[in-house]
């Protein structure tokens, strides 16, 4: 079979011609697209059998017979558009008509996603399901997921995840983890993007990393609960540097993953913006930075009170209310959270309440304030029963006034207890109530466990002492001043007061980083 010449053709072909049919010489052949193939009048005489051969022109297929000369004069062969053939290997749709089809398409989308008041104008150029059918499907396990409308709205690109590509894979991983299921709707509601994620490539080295960081397994699940944008955290950014520079500063090691567990929003903290300038504020204030690391590993959240916004109005507050600047860090180390509430509001209502039952001054609120802190928080019908008490053992007002300011922590302690010691006091001891006005703090100890063993050895000795005395001091220091001559005064004066240094003594060989939640009302 030979093909000498083929030329004029005005559009792309492709001729294919069976190995029987004979040699043929074609001179100037025109190939149109009217579909009609002409042949060179020298084809009459070519002899030969009928043979049939298919010729493509421009993505559609005719057929064609050629036959002997004595059997046919013309020198024509027409093809019909009839004899195309759609289902042919070479067939497809152009590219406009494609175009078309899609922006059709998803103009029903995006029809359907308005009526149900979704507002897709985020959707432009984002991969979206070619049919109503399946963003239906989306939309439908979304709900079931717990998210409204409002949600979807406010990340529209959730719409661009698979249902099972994308949301059932990272939600199975998530459940396979410990994540409860329950607090999948929160969890995606804080953090819809790890609908987009990966479990390989993005998911399983974030919490992999974190147990790095000796949070234990079983505390994955609630760090993630808590904080579930620390799935899309590069691990060698934020989260090493924040973790190292409160290492750089005094936190235990091994007190890592506690402190992380409890509050995990420190892997997404700056350093140089949040952490550092919190830490050398506090330290400005005049709380060492070993004792502010000491806070930290026991109240981790502090690191998230505002600075600008929170603690420096909050200690202007204090100030503001006669609490003396140099009783402040005292204050945040006893209790921190008072440099993270809504300080002011609290101290006008305290401050009002107490002048109202037992006649305070302006200016004793502050040094109440500085002595028991926790006052900002501690509930009005606390005070007022407490107060009442005091007035019903047979203080007068002034007495029980003087007694709040010496000690504060007599507005909240148990109630039932207080009478138990008081009716000790009173039956057993038979002491004047003077010295509970100049002691008022007898309230604060152990019955069993240290007024009464003292109270007897006392009198077995024929000691004749103040209740500071008695009490204000440990068990070894109460046994050496049992062997003292006389009494020294300035001792029976010493009144218990507040330690910085007691947060900064060494540990003991157990860690604290066991997961619990602590509870930022130490008074009810």
Known sequence: MKIRSCVGITKPSLLLVH????????????????????????????????????????GRTGASTSVSSSSSKSNTVHLSRKQVKP??????????????????????????????GIIPDELDGLELPVTVEVMQERIDFLHKLGLTIEDINNYPLVLGCSV??????????????????????????????????????????????????????NDIPRVLEKYPEVLG???????????????????????????????????????????????????????????????????PHIL????????????????????????????????PEIIGVDLKPKLLGQRSLIQSII????????????????????????MVKHADFLKGCGFSLQQ???????????????????????????MEMQRPLDDLVAFPAFFTYGL??????????????????????????SDEKFKERLNYDTIEMEEMETMPSFDMNSLMEPRSDESDSDYEEDSDDEYA
């Open 359 to 382: 006649d305070l001054e302006p200016e004793d609120f502050g040094t109440v304030v500085e002595k028991m802190p926790q006052i900002v928080s501690l509930s009005n019908t606390s």
């Open 304 to 335: 998230g009170f505002g600075l600008e916004e929170r603690v420096k109005p909050n200690v202007a507050s204090l100030l503001e209310f006669n609490v003396r600047k140099a009783s402040l860090p005292s204050i945040v180390a006893q209790y």
């Open 164 to 217: 099972k590509k994308n949301m059932i894979p990272v939600l199975d991983y998530l459940g396979k983890l410990g994540v409860r299921k329950s607090t999948f709707t929160e969890f995606l509601r804080r953090y819809p993007q790890v609908l987009h994620a990966s479990v390989v490539v993005d998911l399983a080295p974030v919490v992999k990393y974190l147990q790095g960081l000796d949070i234990k397994p």
């Open 448 to 473: 069993e466990s240290t007024i009464k063993p003292r109270d007897k050895i006392v009198v077995k000795k024929g000691f004749k002492c103040s209740l500071s005395w008695l009490l204000n001091c």
């Open 233 to 299: 955290f590069k691990l060698e950014g934020t989260m090493s540097t924040s973790v190292a520079y409160l290492v750089g500063i005094g936190v235990s090691r091994r007190e890592v993953g506690g402190v992380l567990t409890k509050y995990p929003e420190i892997l997404g903290m700056r350093v140089g913006r949040v952490i550092k300038p919190f830490v050398e504020y506090l330290e400005g204030l005049g709380i060492p930075r070993l004792a502010i690391a000491r806070l930290i590993e026991k109240r």
């Open 19 to 58: 190995s029987e049919l004979p040699a043929l010489t074609f001179h100037k052949t025109k190939l149109t697209w009217r579909s009609t193939l002409r042949f060179p009048s020298n084809y009459e005489r070519t002899s030969g059998s009928v043979t049939r051969f298919h010729c493509s022109v421009a």
């Open 87 to 116: 289902s042919s290997l070479y067939s497809r749709p152009s590219l406009s008509n494609m175009k078309k089809e899609r922006i059709a398409n998803r103009a029903k989308v995006y029809e359907f996603l308005r009526v149900l």
């Open 400 to 426: 029980v006034r003087s007694m709040v300011v010496e000690c504060p922590q007599i507005l909240a302690l148990n109630l039932d207890i207080m009478k138990l010691s008081f009716d000790y006091f009173q």
